[in-house]
């Protein structure tokens, strides 16, 4: 079940290992997804939407932080139950649907480590076959970060580079509530037991997923300056409250002056 975290602003999450979050946002007699989870989550997702909106309820259309598996992984079956869209910042869009070229330019050290290998191991059909069953070609949209968020005016697009090259969250500006995707999570994931516990608190992306961590930790400051009176990450449990801005001000200060995990690389 869904939890309203500010007006019109609803959370389904921290679910599962990840603490993965799909945030339903209303603007008027309409709402859209932001983030559609794990390939498995899509059932899930539909039935919290039709807890909030009603049944056989749709949104305008999906939003996606990144193209990351754990973001992007029902879009497609959603985007097609729902016959709506899928936007995406146009740097992201190559990813999304299957360009072996840009999955290779933009890898992050697990990409590196294990996942390109394997891509070039099995050879370039199988690995066709592979990326075009994951592909969100037929549903996905680019749309330009400063010409307003699809379906929802009085958002901001905030281009967050970093994890990934078209990296994005969403700013209202009106009461400054903040949905980061992996630019900024509430969980921490860059250290191994804040990753096995779930312990909370602010990190930047999973480094280990990361694909330029000196973009990352701009894009970190990028959020800081804005002053969020709502956090809302892709993973674990959204920050609210007065504290929220002091909190990812001194985040920033931290990561900036940081050196060892946290920083791996710069
Ligand atoms: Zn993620």
């Known amino acids: 079940m869904a939890r309203q975290i500010a007006p019109d602003v609803y959370c389904l999450g921290p679910r599962g290992r990840t603490q993965t979050d799909v945030y339903f946002v209303q603007s008027g007699s309409s709402w859209v997804l932001i983030d559609a989870g794990w390939a498995n989550d899509g059932p899930r997702i539909e039935q919290a939407a039709e807890m909030l909106f009603g049944a056989a309820t749709r949104p305008v259309a999906i939003l996606l932080t990144h193209?990351?598996?754990?973001?992007?992984?029902?879009?497609?079956?959603?985007?097609?139950?729902?016959?709506?869209?899928?936007?995406?910042?146009?740097?992201?869009?190559?990813?999304?649907?299957?360009?072996?070229?840009?999955?290779?330019?933009?890898?992050?050290?697990?990409?590196?480590?294990?996942?390109?290998?394997?891509?070039?191991?099995?050879?370039?059909?199988?690995?066709?076959?592979m990326l075009s069953g994951s592909s969100l070609r037929e549903v996905?949209?680019?749309?330009?970060?400063?010409?307003?968020?699809?379906?929802?005016?009085?958002?901001?697009?905030?281009?967050?580079?970093?994890?990934?090259?078209?990296?994005?969250?969403?700013?209202?500006?009106?009461?400054?509530?903040?949905?980061?995707?992996?630019?900024?999570?509430?969980?921490?994931?860059?250290?191994?037991?804040g990753l096995l516990l779930g312990r909370q608190g602010l990190a930047g992306p999973p480094w280990y997923t990361t694909w330029s961590w000196r973009a990352a930790k701009e894009s970190v400051a990028t959020l800081a300056r804005l002053s969020p009176?709502?956090?809302?990450?892709?993973?674990?449990?959204p920050l609210t409250g007065p504290e929220t801005a002091g909190a990812l001000r001194a985040f920033a200060r931290s990561l900036r002056s940081r050196h060892g995990i946290g920083r791996p690389r710069s």
């Open 67 to 129: 193209s990351h598996p754990d973001h992007a992984g029902s879009a497609l079956q959603l985007a097609r139950i729902w016959d709506c869209p899928v936007y995406l910042h146009p740097d992201e869009l190559p990813l999304a649907t299957g360009d072996f070229a840009a999955i290779a330019r933009f890898a992050g050290p697990l990409d590196h480590w294990v996942i390109l290998p394997l891509m070039r191991a099995i050879g370039p059909r199988r690995r066709e076959a």
């Open 229 to 237: 009176s709502v956090l809302a990450g892709g993973h674990g449990t």
């Open 140 to 193: 996905g949209r680019p749309f330009e970060s400063d010409a307003g968020v699809p379906g929802l005016p009085g958002w901001e697009c905030i281009p967050t580079p970093g994890h990934t090259p078209g990296h994005v969250s969403f700013f209202r500006t009106i009461d400054r509530v903040l949905i980061t995707g992996d630019a900024v999570v509430t969980v921490k994931v860059n250290s191994l037991s």
